[in-house]
C-alpha cells in the first residue's frame, strides 16, 4: 500500500529555525505532489504542490523540491513559527487516481 | 464559502455493532471522497464518487463497507460489522472536479473507536 515515504517522523525546531521534511515515491507515474498541513481535531488542508516539470515552487515560507531523478521531494518551512506546529503529510497522484499519503511528520517548533 | 460538513464528530461502539457516517461536500463539487486515516498514518482512500458514480472503490473492504451518494450530493459511508481494526478517522472531501491537481477539501473527520 504504501508508495510514499516520509521522513522524519516528527521533527523539533526552534522558532525562526528552517524545517524540512522529505518524502520518497516509488511509482514514477505519479504526476502530481502536494502537501498537507493537518491541526488536532481537523482534516488536512492543502498547504502547496507541484508537478514534476519543475524542480522547486516556493509560495512564502513553504518551499517544495522536487528531483524526479531521485524520485525524492521535500518541504522547506523557512523562519518556522510555532503557529506551524502540525502534522504534516506528502502525497503522490496519477492522474486522477487515488492519492497516497506520507505517513505524516509531526512538526513542533519550540518559542 | 462553507466546508465540508461531516456528522457525527465521535463514535464509540462495540465492535460487531453497525455505524453510518455522513458527508455534506461543498457545494458544486462533483468529486467526493472518503478516506480512512488510522492513527499515526496518513489518509487511506477508501472511495472516490464522481457525481453519484463510483470511480475508485478497490481499497473498500467491500464484505463490511459500503457507501452511497444519492443524488451526487451527500454521501453516507457505512460498516456492517464492525471490526476493532475500523477504529480511525473517517474523512470525507470533495473536490470540484477529478482532475489531477484540483484541490480535495476535507472536512474535520468523524472519530470512530471500536470497543
Known amino acids: 500500500q504504501q508508495q510514499v515515504k516520509q521522513s522524519p517522523q516528527s521533527l523539533i525546531v526552534q522558532k525562526g529555525g528552517i524545517s524540512i521534511i522529505n518524502c520518497a515515491y516509488e511509482?514514477?507515474?505519479?504526476?502530481?505532489f502536494p502537501w498537507y498541513q493537518q491541526f488536532p481535531g481537523k482534516g488536512p488542508a492543502l498547504l502547496i504542490a507541484i508537478r514534476p516539470d519543475v524542480s522547486e515552487k516556493k509560495e512564502g515560507r513553504f518551499t517544495i523540491s522536487f528531483n524526479k531523478s531521485a524520485k525524492q521531494f521535500s518541504l522547506h518551512i523557512m523562519d518556522s513559527q510555532p503557529g506551524d506546529s502540525a502534522t504534516y503529510f506528502c502525497?503522490?497522484?496519477?492522474?486522477?487516481?487515488?492519492?497516497?499519503f506520507g505517513a505524516g511528520t509531526r512538526l513542533t517548533v519550540k518559542p | 464559502e462553507a466546508g465540508v460538513a461531516q456528522s457525527p464528530r465521535y463514535k464509540i461502539i462495540e465492535k460487531r455493532q453497525s455505524v453510518a457516517f455522513w458527508c455534506n461536500p461543498i457545494?458544486?463539487?462533483?468529486?467526493l471522497y472518503w478516506y480512512q486515516q488510522i492513527l499515526g498514518q496518513g489518509p487511506k482512500l477508501l472511495i472516490q464518487f464522481q457525481n453519484n458514480g463510483v470511480v475508485d472503490d478497490s481499497q473498500l473492504p467491500k464484505d463490511r463497507f459500503s457507501a452511497e451518494r444519492l443524488k451526487g450530493v451527500d454521501s453516507t459511508l457505512k460498516i456492517q460489522p464492525a471490526k476493532l481494526e475500523d477504529s480511525a478517522v473517517y474523512l470525507c472531501?470533495?473536490?470540484?472536479?477529478?482532475?489531477?491537481?484540483?484541490?480535495?477539501?476535507f472536512g474535520p473527520g468523524t472519530r470512530l473507536t471500536v470497543l
Open positions: 472531501a470533495s473536490s470540484f472536479s477529478d482532475g489531477p491537481s484540483d484541490e480535495q477539501f
Open positions: 502525497a503522490a497522484r496519477r492522474g486522477n487516481n487515488d492519492m497516497r
Open positions: 511509482n514514477t507515474a505519479f504526476d502530481y
Open positions: 457545494s458544486g463539487h462533483a468529486t
